[in-house]
C-alpha cells in the first residue's frame, strides 16, 4: 500500500523530531559531564580558600614548621619545593630538548627509535613511586648523593622528561618542512638549520610541555617522600651565594629537604583542628604556586606564537 | 668574549664543586626517623632544641613509620629513631650485622580510646573480651549487630570504625585485644585518617571505633570514650592523664620509645639533644596531646642514657601492658 504525500510527511517530521531530540539530550548530558567537574572543582576550591585563607600571611610563609598550628608555616618546604623544581628544570630542560630533536631531526626511522619511541611514550604513564624507587637505588645509593636536593630534583626530572621529549617533538613537527628545506638550500649544515630555525621556532612549544611537566612536578609526594624527604626541617638550605672566593657554592644540593605536599600531609593528620587549617592554607599556596606557572604556559605560548609567521 | 664567558663560568663551577667536596661536614646535623606516632613528640623537642641553640645545631625529624625508620637507623643512616614499638629481632640482627649498639628509652605513653557517639546510652565500659568478640578475625560477617556481642544490647546494626593495616595503632590494638597483632575482622570502615574516623563515628548513634587518645581529647564534644575493665582489679578505667601515667588504663596503653645509636653519641650534640629530651618530655608530651611518663621514669631513663645501657629490654617481640618502672631496671640485650 503506498503511503500518501502527507502521511510521508509527518513520518519524515516525526523521524526528525526524534533525532533532534536525542541531538538535545546528547547535549545536556555532555554539559552535565563538564559541570560535575567544573563544579568539584569549585566546591574544593572554595571549601580550600573558607578554610585557609584566614591563615595567609607573610608569617605563614616565612615561618619554619612548629607544634603550635598558629606559629607554624611553610618556609621549608617552599624553599625546598623551590630548590627541587630548580633541579629539576635544569636537569630535565637540556636532556629533553637534546632528546626530542635527535629523535625528530637526527634519527633514522629504524626499529631501535621505534623501540625508543614506544619506550618514551610508556614511561610517561609509569606511576610515579617506580621513579622514586629508581632514584633511590641510582642516586642514593649508587651515586651517594645522599637523601638531598640533588636526588630529589633528579628524581623528578626522570619523572618529566618523557613529557618534555614529546612536547619537543611535537613542537618540531609542527614546523613546515619548507623551513628546513629552504635552509639546506641556502648551504646550512644540519646543526645550523637546528640551532638557528629550528630550536627558536618550537621554544613556546617546548616550554609549555616543560612547564606543565614542572607543574605536575611540583604536586609530586610518592617519589619524593622515597628518595627520604623529611617532614620536620626548620632551616633553610645553604645560601647559593658566599661571601667568601668563589662566591657561589652548590652545597645546598646536598642539603636535607622536604616539599610542600609532604608538609600539608603530616598536618592533615594531625589531631588538632587548627592544623586543617594550616593544611588547607599551605593548599591555596601550592595550587597559586601552579596556576601561575600553568598561567606563565599558555603567556608563552601565546608569545611565541604571535611572533612566527611562515 | 662568549667562549671567555663560559671558560670562566666553568672555572667557578669546578672551583664551588670542590668546596661542597672539601667543606662537606662541617654542620652539625642530628638525623631522625621512624614513626609517626612519636612524630608529634620528637618535633616538639627538635623545635625547642633548635631554638635553644640558635640554629648552631640543625634536627631533621622523618615519618618512615617504625619499621621504615629501624631499617634506615640498623644501617647506620640517622643517630636517632622514632617508635611505637620495642625493636623486633629480626631488626635486632640487621642492627648487630652492621655493627650498630643502641640505647631504648621511653619517652611517653600512647594510649588508644575506644570511642562511641555520645548518644549510645547502652555502654557504660567494655570488658577486653567483649571488645575482643566485636574485632576478632572470627566476627566477620557473625557478629553485625551490637545483640551479637551482648543479648542486653539493641538489636541494630554494629558499625565499626578503625585504622588501617599500616598503622602501629592498630597493630597495638589488634595485639592488645585479639592476642595477635594484625589479626582483625576486615569489614570495618578502615582509614589512616583519623578524622575520618572521628567524623564517622560522630555521625552514627551505633558506630564503635578506635583510635589514638589525642584525637578523643581534640573532639571531646563528639565523642564518648568508652571505661575499659582493668583485668587486674576488675574495676572500669576511663581513659585520661592520670589513668594512663599511673598504669590502670590496661592494656590499651603503651609506652613509645627513641633509639639512640651508639656512636652518634661521640657528638656531643647527639648526647646533648636526647639529654634536652629527657628533661623536657613531660611538658612538651602534654603539649602535642600526649601522656608522660612519670618524673621517676625520665630519672631513670637519664640514668640508663647517661650509663649508656645498650641494647632493647624486649627481647625482639611486642609486649602488652609492660610496666615502664619495671622495664628500665631489666636486663637488657643486643
Not at chain 1, 631531526?105 to 629504524?110: F, T, W
Not at chain 2, 582509614?191 to 555521625?203: F, I, K, P, R
Request: aromatic share 12%.
Amino acid at each position: 500500500m503506498q503511503k500518501s504525500k502527507s502521511e510521508l510527511q509527518t513520518e519524515i517530521k516525526k523521524r526528525i523530531a526524534v533525532i533532534k531530540f536525542w541531538d538535545r539530550v546528547f547535549l545536556i548530558i555532555g554539559l552535565l559531564s563538564t559541570l560535575v567537574g567544573l563544579v568539584l572543582l569549585f566546591t574544593l576550591m572554595a571549601d580550600l580558600f573558607v578554610n585557609g585563607f584566614p591563615r595567609l600571611s607573610y608569617k605563614f610563609l616565612s615561618s619554619f614548621p612548629s607544634r603550635f598550628p598558629e606559629e607554624a608555616g611553610i618556609l621549608s618546604a617552599w624553599a625546598g619545593s623551590f630548590l627541587v623544581l630548580l633541579v629539576t628544570a635544569l636537569a630535565s630542560i637540556p636532556l629533553g630538548i637534546a632528546a626530542g630533536i635527535y629523535l625528530e631531526e637526527y634519527a633514522r626511522k629504524n626499529w631501535l627509535t621505534d623501540i625508543i619511541e614506544i619506550n618514551i611514550a610508556n614511561l610517561a604513564g609509569v606511576p610515579s613511586i617506580v621513579y622514586g624507587l629508581l632514584a633511590l637505588g641510582l642516586f642514593v645509593y649508587f651515586f651517594k648523593f645522599g637523601e638531598s636536593i640533588l636526588t630529589g630534583g633528579l628524581a623528578l626530572a626522570l619523572l618529566i622528561l618523557p613529557m618534555v621529549i614529546m612536547a619537543t617533538r611535537e613542537a618540531i613537527r609542527a614546523i613546515p618542512n619548507s623551513i628546513r628545506e629552504a635552509s639546506y638550500a641556502l648551504g646550512a649544515t644540519k646543526w645550523q638549520t637546528v640551532q638557528s630555525h629550528i630550536i627558536p621556532y618550537s621554544t613556546g612549544g617546548i616550554l609549555t610541555g616543560v612547564i606543565i611537566g614542572l607543574s605536575r612536578a611540583i604536586g609530586e609526594t610518592a617519589p619524593i617522600i622515597t628518595v627520604g624527604a623529611l617532614t620536620f626541617i626548620a632551616f633553610l638550605p645553604t645560601s647559593p651565594f658566599s661571601s667568601e672566593f668563589p662566591f657561589i657554592s652548590f652545597k645546598w644540593l646536598f642539603d636535607p629537604f622536604t616539599v610542600m605536599p609532604i608538609q600539608m600531609f603530616n598536618w592533615v593528620s594531625r589531631p588538632q583542628q587548627e592544623f586543617q587549617l594550616n593544611a588547607a592554607a599551605a593548599g591555596i599556596v601550592l595550587m597559586i604556586m601552579t596556576l601561575l606557572m600553568n598561567g606563565l604556559a599558555i603567556y608563552i605560548r601565546y608569545r611565541f606564537r604571535r611572533k612566527i609567521k611562515w | 668574549m662568549f667562549k671567555k664567558f663560559v671558560l670562566s663560568m666553568i672555572a667557578i663551577i669546578i672551583m664551588a664543586t670542590v668546596n661542597v667536596v672539601v667543606a662537606g661536614a662541617d654542620d652539625k646535623i642530628i638525623k631522625i626517623d621512624g614513626s609517626s606516632t612519636v612524630y608529634p613528640i620528637t618535633e616538639a623537642v627538635a623545635e625547642e632544641f633548635q631554638k635553644a641553640k640558635r640554629g648552631a645545631v640543625k634536627v631533621t625529624v622523618g615519618i618512615s613509620g617504625t619499621g621504615g625508620g629501624f631499617k634506615k637507623f640498623c644501617r647506620g643512616e640517622t643517630d636517632i629513631s622514632d617508635a611505637s614499638r620495642p625493636i623486633l629481632k629480626k631488626e635486632m640482627d640487621v642492627c648487630k650485622e652492621h655493627g650498630i649498639k643502641y640505647v631504648e628509652l621511653p619517652v611517653a605513653f600512647d594510649a588508644l580510646t575506644v570511642v562511641i557517639n555520645p548518644k549510645n546510652d547502652w555502654i557504660r565500659s567494655m570488658t577486653v573480651e567483649e571488645l575482643k568478640k566485636m574485632w576478632e578475625p572470627a566476627a566477620q560477617g557473625k557478629v553485625m549487630k551490637w545483640s551479637d556481642v551482648n543479648p542486653k544490647w539493641p538489636n541494630h546494626k554494629l558499625s565499626m570504625f578503625g585504622p588501617g593495616a599500616d598503622s602501629g595503632t592498630f597493630d597495638y590494638f589488634t595485639d592488645a585485644i585479639n592476642g595477635k597483632e594484625k589479626a582483625s575482622r576486615g569489614d570495618f570502615t578502615a582509614s589512616e585518617d583519623d578524622n575520618v574516623l572521628v567524623q564517622g563515628v560522630a555521625h552514627d548513634k551505633y558506630a564503635i571505633g578506635y583510635f589514638g587518645l589525642a584525637y578523643y581529647v581534640e573532639n571531646k564534644d563528639k565523642l564518648k570514650a568508652v571505661p575499659i575493665v582493668n583485668k587486674g582489679t576488675t574495676k572500669a578505667v576511663s581513659p585520661s592523664l592520670a589513668t594512663v601515667m599511673d598504669g590502670t588504663y590496661q592494656p590499651l596503653a603503651r609506652p613509645i620509645f627513641i633509639y639512640v645509636a651508639e656512636k652518634a653519641l661521640t657528638k656531643p650534640e647527639v648526647k646533648e639533644f636526647v639529654t634536652y629530651y629527657l628533661s623536657n618530655a613531660a611538658k612538651l608530651t602534654k603539649q602535642v596531646g600526649y601522656v608522660p611518663l612519670s618524673k621517676a621514669h625520665y630519672d631513670q631513663a637519664m640514668k640508663n642514657f647517661n650509663g649508656k645501657k645498650l641494647g632493647t629490654g624486649f627481647g625482639g617481640k611486642n609486649e602488652v601492658g609492660v610496666r615502664v618502672d619495671e622495664l628500665l631496671k631489666r636486663e637488657s640485650h643486643l
